[in-house]
Structures are given as structure tokens and as C-alpha cells.
């Protein structure tokens, strides 16, 4: 029983490793730019980014900052500078 509970336990963290939550980054609003265009390549959603950012309506405007949130899926042979380098744009 014992070496189940530890199996179990070991596969939880291991599992909570994966995605990481990268903590919050301030983006200036282009011209252009819309809140589904942002939702796309910051993988989020516009329900998120209104939310995070407490925006009554989904009109933005440029130079305009906005917070976005991102999550980030570690994949094999990761560190932190490629992380820090893949998530920076």
C-alpha cells in the first residue's frame, strides 16, 4: 500500500510540474491590436484579460498597458534562460 501512495504522490507532482504559471507581464497595445488577438499569442482568453486588467468592455486602445498571464508547458531539456528567452517577446 505504502509503495502506491508514494507511486500516486510522485505522479501528482510530476504532473503539477508540467505547466507552469509564469507570473504577469505587462504588454503596451499596439495599433492593430485587439484583445482576441492578444488572447491568441499570449495563450489565454479574452474573458482572462478583461478580467485581469478589470475591463468593463473589450475595446483597447493603443499605448494603452495591459497585464496578461501566461502559462507555460515545460518540455524536455527546458531551463530557465530558454524559458525566460521563448516567453519574452
Keep these: 500500500m505504502k509503495k502506491v501512495v508514494a507511486s500516486l504522490a510522485m505522479g501528482v ?3 503539477g510540474a508540467a505547466v507552469t504559471n509564469v507570473s504577469a507581464q505587462e504588454y503596451k497595445v499596439q495599433d492593430g491590436d485587439n484583445l482576441w488577438k492578444i488572447a ?6 479574452v474573458d482572462d484579460l478583461m478580467e485581469m486588467n478589470d475591463l468593463d468592455s473589450n475595446v483597447i486602445h493603443p499605448n494603452q498597458k495591459i497585464f496578461i498571464n501566461e502559462d507555460y508547458e515545460v518540455e524536455k531539456g527546458d531551463t ?3 524559458i525566460a528567452k521563448k516567453i519574452q517577446r
Design 40 to 45: 491568441e499569442e499570449y495563450n489565454t482568453s
Design 80 to 82: 530557465l534562460s530558454k
Design 13 to 15: 507532482v510530476i504532473a
